[in-house]
């Protein structure tokens, strides 16, 4: 069993920047594969960044590539989130998995029913 919980989520103004963390009670935390998802009011969760178990592989969705960076510190069981340039758009819950099933491709690791484990989300506000 795996609990994950989410902090660092607030309100900020567009153009401003928030690090989100996720803290894992996972044993063997570097044998999981972390990710970042989003959900909107109204729409479908949705892909935003993962990072690989060993933690040589990260994947962005196109829409926070070069605005987004994930990352993981396995000696404290933690994952970021790395959020510079925000946009009202980014505006979310947004909620960390784990997994640790084999993947190597993007469309795996953005693929919300891969993870087994969610924690409860943290609220990003994005004023313009």
């Known amino acids: 069993q795996v609990e994950l919980v989410e902090s660092g989520g607030g309100l900020v103004q567009a153009g401003g920047s928030l690090r989100l963390s996720c803290a894992a009670s996972?044993?063997?935390?570097?044998?999981?594969?972390m990710g970042w998802f989003r959900r909107v009011p109204g729409k479908e969760r949705e892909f935003v960044a993962a990072?690989?178990?060993?933690?040589?592989?990260?994947y962005y969705d196109y829409s926070v590539k070069g605005r987004f960076t994930i990352s993981r510190d396995d000696a404290k069981n933690m994952v970021y989130l790395q959020m510079n340039s925000l946009k009202p758009e980014d505006t979310a819950i947004y909620y960390c998995?784990?997994?640790?099933?084999?993947?190597?491709?993007?469309?795996?690791?953005?693929?919300?029913?891969?993870?087994?484990?969610w924690g409860q989300g943290t609220q990003v506000t994005v004023s313009s």
């Open positions: 998995a784990a997994d640790r099933d084999y993947c190597s491709r993007y469309d795996c690791y953005s693929d919300l029913n891969m993870y087994d484990y």
């Open positions: 996972a044993r063997a935390f570097s044998s999981y594969h």
């Open positions: 990072i690989s178990w060993s933690g040589g592989s990260t």
